[in-house]
């Protein structure tokens, strides 16, 4: 017992692999190298602002494992959800100083997002945003939250793609409508003046759209910003098991996430890099900026995109914020998180465009 | 029921607040805004190379709640502890065609630490090495693992600092030891042309020397590499308990690790920067490449240091590998992400590191 014990710590934080040791009793079995995670409490940190602290603190979002049965019964959560982000732009838009103007881009449907002041460096310069809401949710004026605060925080022009979606308009509806913007824009402003960036499904769409101006042979845009991108739609990558249950806002994949795929995909391969775009070649990719949180289901899916552009040699950053589940980094224009994160951003946006 | 949940829905993936559930049951009762996260199983992933899968799949590092309860039981542990990592040295010298020179500088013991060949634009580069082990861990020749990657697959000469540890030297012996190889460095190499890397304590080592050294006044090195740094020994910091019984290396903060902390500080106040260097002042900081995992119980620790560091506006890049607990992206030279993540550290030093 001494030696095995010694033996055993020997290699305790050495860095190097320790002796096979009978696998914890669970029920049920656990498979081989699995790990068992027992029941546990993670309090709310105290190593985040009050305001994220408020919005860890809340309980799962109560509808994370609804599967609706009908396109009525999408189109019903849809509208409702929709009115319900709608409602909370005003203040927004007025304490940011944000404009936005609906239009018609290229047959599809837009809105161009406005900050009060454009400073000169930014005036040749455009944003496409392409909004979250697993490919489902934030129809119309719903879809410009985060593009009014990148507007509002970084002074950029934005383009905000409201895409056609499903029950009515499956996958490839909504890239479609994106790349139909993008080629609109180019018309007017070069591409390395060009940023696209969103978040979750909005995140996947950005790579989506690189990957397939590589395909149509389009320029790129100058930079990225995709964050926590849904880049792989299969539940593949570890935080979808490691933080499931634990991020409050996704919850787990086994429910309306992956209805919403199936939705979306609409018999497509989930796989497909188009849909996908973590499967996808990476390499000639802009600069870009990615964004997850230490409970985010999708950690996973930014830090393998993370991982996978620096193999192909893109200049790729990752930022991380403590504590928070998915695309909490911008929930609340007040807490001092989603003031650095646009920051950075912008920041990003402004080293990498051209002028 | 309807419009609950309709209203609920609404903002499902949507980036805003929801109304105030009741809490799920737990025993213990849960703190207010806690998550209660139920048992379950992860298993390992497929997205990582099977190298790093044999990794994942070890169960619990087994000493992990070992406490040692006298001077005696601590050296017996450490000593077979070093022994056991000694005898794996020999082996990756010879594969990276690095050699190891036991010597004193400053009165302190240290290895210097040489790759067959240095080319020439790291010949007026020297990297300064501190070890992980908790403070206590791998004395020695075991200190040298990390130096001899980073030597063989960077073309960097590298000096392992050997420094004193608890229970004969605590606090601040180590700092004191690495301090004075640092000076002694300064006067054969410019600062601009010197690196600090480690991992662990290393990594928390290397954010204490850049704070010591601008309290001492010194000039500050080129660039930093702390991986997975024990930047906060108060068990503070959200993945603490998230990452609890997930990572099979450091498992918990509630064993070996914390006993490690008092054993080194010694009566020292644990939140003192020199201790825990997250609550030190780091406007400053040379540019700094953070490692970590997501499965690492230091991923708060990394991921606030980040922060931290972007916030006094340092250059400061985050790495995150999928899947991995505390430390493992160095465990084994033959796994795509050891030579990955040796590549970017070695890549980061020669973009900053002054010639």
């Known amino acids: 017992m001494k030696i095995a014990h010694v033996a055993a710590v ?23 190298g699995a790990r068992h995670v027992p029941d546990h409490i993670v309090p709310v940190p105290d190593t985040v602002s009050p305001q994220m602290q408020a919005i860890i603190a809340q309980p799962y979002n109560p509808n994370w494992n609804v599967v609706p049965k009908s396109p009525g019964e999408w189109k019903a959560i849809v509208d409702k959800a929709a009115a319900a982000v709608v409602a909370t732009l005003p203040e927004i838009r007025e304490k940011l ?7 018609t881009i290229a047959g599809v449907k837009a809105f161009i997002v406005t900050p009060k002041v454009i400073p000169p460096h930014n005036r040749d310069r455009v944003l496409v945003h392409v909004h979250g809401g697993a490919y489902v949710l934030s129809p119309g004026e719903a879809a410009t939250k985060e593009a009014i605060e990148l507007a509002g925080f970084g002074g950029f022009k ?35 003046n060009v940023g696209i960036f969103g978040t979750s ?14 395909m149509e042979h389009l320029p790129l845009p100058g930079a990225i910003a995709p964050g926590t991108p849904w880049s792989d739609m299969t539940k593949t990558g570890d935080s979808f098991y490691a933080n499931e249950m634990l991020d409050n806002v996704l919850v787990s994949d086994d429910g309306f996430l992956h209805a919403a795929a199936l939705l979306y995909a609409n018999g497509h391969d989930l796989k497909d890099p188009l849909l996908s775009p973590v499967y996808g070649d990476m390499h000639g990719f802009p600069p870009t900026i990615l964004t997850s949180g230490t409970r985010d289901l999708f950690l996973s899916n930014t830090v393998r995109v993370h991982r996978k552009l620096r193999e192909a040699g893109v200049e790729a950053v ?3 914020f403590e504590g928070e589940s998915h695309a909490q ?11 650095e994160y646009n920051a950075e951003v912008a920041g990003f946006f402004d080293k990498h465009l051209g002028r």
């Open 318 to 320: 990752l930022q991380v």
């Open 329 to 339: 980094y911008y929930r609340d224009i007040n807490a001092p998180e989603t003031k």
């Open 97 to 103: 100083g944000v404009t936005v103007q609906p239009t």
């Open 10 to 32: 020997a290699l305790l934080l050495a860095g190097t692999s320790y002796a096979q040791q009978p696998q914890q009793e669970a029920t049920p079995p656990v498979p081989p």
């Open 201 to 214: 499904t909005g995140g996947g769409m950005t790579l989506a759209m690189v990957l397939r101006a590589k």
């Open 158 to 192: 934005v383009i905000s793609v409201d895409y056609r979606m499903p029950p009515d308009f499956p996958y490839p509806a909504a890239m479609d409508d994106a790349m139909a913007v993008y080629r609109a824009v180019l018309k007017t402003t070069k591409a390395k």
